[in-house]
Each structure stands twice: as structure tokens, then as C-alpha cells.
């Protein structure tokens, strides 16, 4: 595997988003109840008010949770380092600057873009923008 990538610019020219098959939800459960749950999350983060779990749309469905927030998840496909400056930041102003809410967790490897079910596809189309214009910048200087 190669080094992780610190550069803000090398990072957002790295892009390589491909937004992933499936539909999830933002759930949170009692820290005592939450553990049978996790198996089938995607995701997890401890927090003082409970767990927030990341799970499949049927699955949020099947444990009877809100699921009135669907969402689409991003996956940046840029090996960005966990001390990498800038990445988290650009991304989420292209977004917003389109009207794009996000819920952004970075993970070991890459990082996870959770975006509105019905803008996924926008989402995906202004991050490869971004990705576009990083990689022009780096030609040009």
C-alpha cells in the first residue's frame, strides 16, 4: 500500500469518488441496547447521549427506526492521511456551496461522504468537479 497522502492539493487531485451501491440511516440507540446492532452497522460512534449507528435502509426499517433521512454514501477513494489538512473542509464547502448537506466520517483508509438520497448524484457530480479543477491547478502551476 502506498504512503497516506498529507497535501491538501494532492488529495483533492486523488479524488477518485464513486458513490456506493445502497441506502442508509443515521440511527441512534441506548449504549445497553446498542450492542446487538452493531453486526449489522456500518458504522458506529460512542456518544454520550448513545450510539449512532450507520445502518442499511432495511435495517434501520427492521429495528424500527426514523427513516425519513435516507442516504447515499460517497466513498473519496484518496488514501488521506488521519493528520492530512484540508481534505474534510474542501469537500464539505463544494457541497454546501451547491445546497448539499453532508455527514462526513473518515475512517482508516479513505473517508465517507453521507449525502441526501436524492442529491446523490449531484453530490457525486461536484466532487468530481472538484477532483477536475484540483488535478487543471496542479497543470497549470
Do not use: W
Not at 446498542?34 to 450507520?54: I, R
Not at 426514523?66 to 493528520?83: E, F, G, K, Q
Not at 474542501?90 to 457541497?95: K, Q
Amino acid at each position: 500500500m502506498t504512503d497516506p497522502i498529507r497535501e491538501r492539493h494532492s488529495m483533492l487531485s486523488g479524488l477518485r469518488p464513486v458513490l456506493s451501491e445502497g441506502v442508509y440511516v443515521f440511527c441512534t440507540a441506548r449504549q445497553d441496547t446498542a450492542g446487538e446492532l452493531l453486526k449489522d452497522a456500518l458504522g458506529a460512534f460512542k456518544e454520550e447521549e448513545g450510539v449512532t449507528l450507520v445502518l442499511s435502509l432495511e435495517q434501520a426499517r427492521a429495528h424500527g427506526f426514523d427513516t425519513d433521512m435516507p442516504m447515499r454514501r460517497i466513498v473519496l477513494n484518496v488514501y488521506s492521511a488521519l493528520d492530512g489538512v484540508g481534505l474534510t473542509g474542501s469537500v464539505a464547502t463544494a457541497l454546501a456551496e451547491k445546497n448539499i448537506p453532508c455527514n462526513m466520517i473518515a475512517a482508516f483508509h479513505h473517508d465517507h461522504i453521507f449525502v441526501p438520497e436524492k442529491l446523490a448524484e449531484k453530490a457525486l457530480s461536484v466532487l468530481l468537479n472538484v477532483q477536475q479543477r484540483a488535478k487543471a491547478n496542479a497543470v497549470n502551476e
